[in-house]
């Protein structure tokens, strides 16, 4: 079965500092892989995908992430956070075929100290 | 319009009453979906519309939970009888096919009294 965790329920970083949220997935094959924002009152909004290539995805407002097989990973970074990012952010991953179901995370709430 | 549209925005029912909820997909969008979201929770597949396909409905967690639509266009979930334990944000999305990225509308917030 497929399943996806995010293992902290809230990152805080500073202004100006890079940025990790993290993302482990399990599922059969090759994964695809995606993040979303969620922003205070608003809804969810796509911010990149791995579906197949270079592991490294660059996304909208400057995230991108990584997919590392070894390690199940899908983890969202940024080189450095404004506080205009803090949101909740979700991993999501569907498996590459026989299903059409993705698996959200549970969120990861980040704030962005100024 | 330019988004995905759900309808109502908020929904305040008494417990065994039936509601229905309305998605408007993003024009030529084949595919649509319809979450749950409990408060501080993750969102929770329900169910999966592509083109005129059989939906995926796996996601559906009683006999109580229905959904329909006809082609490419708009979507209903209804909830028959409903329970307390119901009450979440259900949220809708469509993507263009099965693995673009989803837009989602800003949900349908219900309260099972």
């Given at each position: 079965?497929?399943?996806?965790?995010?293992?902290?329920?809230?990152v805080?970083?500073?202004?100006?500092?890079?940025?990790?949220?993290?993302?482990?997935?399990?599922?059969?094959?090759?994964?695809?892989?995606?993040?979303y924002v969620?922003?205070?009152?608003?809804?969810?909004?796509?911010?990149?995908?791995?579906?197949t290539?270079d592991?490294?995805v660059?996304?909208?407002?400057?995230?991108e992430?990584?997919?590392?097989?070894?390690q199940?990973?899908?983890?969202?970074?940024?080189?450095?956070?404004?506080?205009?990012?803090?949101?909740?952010?979700?991993?999501?991953?569907?498996a590459?075929?026989?299903?059409?179901?993705?698996?959200?995370?549970?969120?990861?709430?980040?704030?962005?100290?100024? | 319009?330019?988004?995905v549209?759900?309808?109502?925005s908020?929904?305040?029912?008494?417990k065994g009453?039936?509601?229905?909820?309305?998605?408007?997909?993003?024009?030529?969008?084949?595919?649509?979906?319809?979450y749950?979201?409990?408060?501080?929770q993750?969102?929770?597949?329900?169910?999966?519309?592509?083109?005129?396909?059989a939906?995926d409905?796996?996601?559906?967690?009683?006999?109580?939970?229905s959904?329909?639509r006809?082609g490419?266009?708009?979507?209903?979930?209804?909830i028959q009888?409903?329970?307390?334990?119901?009450?979440?944000?259900?949220?809708?999305?469509?993507?263009?096919?099965?693995?673009?990225?989803?837009h989602?509308?800003?949900?349908?917030?219900?309260?099972?009294?």
């Amino acid at each position: 079965a497929q399943s996806v965790a995010q293992p902290e329920d809230q990152v805080n970083v500073a202004e100006g500092n890079p940025l990790t949220v993290k993302c482990t997935y399990s599922v059969s094959g090759n994964p695809y892989l995606f993040w979303y924002v969620q922003y205070p009152n608003r809804g969810l909004q796509f911010l990149l995908k791995y579906i197949t290539g270079d592991n490294l995805v660059k996304g909208s407002y400057g995230f991108e992430a990584e997919f590392n097989k070894s390690q199940t990973s899908f983890h969202l970074k940024k080189p450095s956070a404004l506080v205009s990012d803090s949101a909740l952010y979700f991993c999501a991953v569907r498996a590459p075929s026989g299903t059409y179901k993705y698996i959200f995370g549970t969120g990861t709430r980040l704030k962005v100290l100024a | 319009g330019a988004g995905v549209s759900q309808s109502p925005s908020n929904k305040v029912t008494e417990k065994g009453k039936d509601v229905e909820l309305r998605c408007d997909p993003i024009s030529g969008h084949t595919a649509l979906y319809w979450y749950r979201q409990r408060l501080g929770q993750g969102l929770e597949f329900l169910i999966y519309f592509q083109g005129n396909s059989a939906p995926d409905k796996s996601g559906l967690p009683s006999d109580r939970f229905s959904a329909e639509r006809t082609g490419e266009s708009v979507s209903t979930l209804t909830i028959q009888r409903t329970q307390q334990e119901d009450s979440a944000v259900y949220l809708c999305a469509s993507s263009r096919t099965d693995n673009q990225p989803q837009h989602f509308g800003d949900g349908t917030r219900l309260s099972i009294l």
